[in-house]
């Protein structure tokens, strides 16, 4: 049940880089740093991305990670869109 241990953690980032006046222009995440990127957009509350991380990590059974599948990075340019 890691994602909610690295959730707490970049929140806690975003919070300091708030407060030193840092804000993003944009975000982006992967996996459980998808959480992550929707609080520092300001989109949800430290508490609901904790809620998605801990419902996410209940939710991801050793059945389902045994499963075999596949993943593709693709970069796109910012006119590619």
């Given amino acids: 049940m890691g994602h909610p ?3 707490a953690v970049q929140i ?3 919070d300091v880089l ?3 006046g840092v804000r993003p222009d944009f975000v982006v995440g992967y996996s459980s740093g998808e959480m992550a ?3 520092a ?3 949800v509350t ?3 991305a904790m809620a998605a991380a ?3 990590g209940t939710t991801s059974s050793e059945e389902v990670k045994s499963k075999r599948g596949t993943m593709a990075a693709i ?3 910012r006119y590619n869109i």
Avoid: M
Wanted: glycine share 16%; proline share 0%; charged share 10%.
């Fill in 46 to 48: 430290a508490e609901a």
């Fill in 75 to 77: 970069g796109l340019g």
């Fill in 41 to 43: 957009s300001g989109s």
């Fill in 5 to 7: 241990l690295s959730i």
């Fill in 18 to 20: 708030h407060s030193w």
């Fill in 12 to 14: 806690g980032l975003v």
């Fill in 54 to 56: 801990t419902f996410r």
């Fill in 37 to 39: 990127a929707v609080y």
